[in-house]
């Protein structure tokens, strides 16, 4: 590996690094709570650091909320791709959306927390995040309604909404014990999702 290569890479590491500890220390102490030194702690990495990176707190807020915005949008462009109706298709998403509160319950916390319910993220961006996701959703109920597995009459814009938010509804209540008043388990969270599966597939979310 050249020299430029190897830099580089260690610079996207340390940048990895110190995200990954930003998630942990904002979802424990708030976004409010958290100090650009609190975050370079947990990152075991000069304070200095994290300022020659990311320049911000909101910064780091940020490029966190871009970096699951990309993977959540690459992943329902693949689920696109996949074969199945449009009930089974939603349901992966939603086996997603829960999966990852199942891996990375510390990430979705903060997104509740500090980004959805606080306005910690400007909200341009916030909203431009939400409508590019939207907009797949919808490209999805749009073929799924082509190919007939929804009435010919369906509103694809307002059913994409009322799924993504009847879903991100239930990530929000179980974060802030709404739905469940303890910390759910794995088992509840898998739960969870067969009952979903069976809202998605026994509502109007196709026939």
Known sequence: MARGQAKESQARGSQDKILRAAVKVMARKGYHGTRISDIAAEADVAYG???????SKEKVLDTILESVATR??????RIGQEKGTLT???SRISDYM???YLAN???IHLLVQEVVR??????DSEMASARAILQQIQGIVE???KAGHIDSDTDTELLSIAFFGAVELTLTSLVQGIYRSSKPSTADIKEIRKKLR?????GSFGR
């Open 88 to 90: 089974e298709k939603l």
């Open 98 to 100: 829960l999966d990852t």
């Open 49 to 55: 650091l994290v300022y020659h990176y990311f320049g």
């Open 72 to 77: 959540f949008s690459d992943r329902i462009a």
């Open 105 to 107: 319950p510390e990430m």
């Open 198 to 202: 069976k809202i998605i597939h026994g």
């Open 143 to 145: 073929a799924g309604k």
């Open 118 to 123: 606080s306005g910690n993220v400007d909200p």
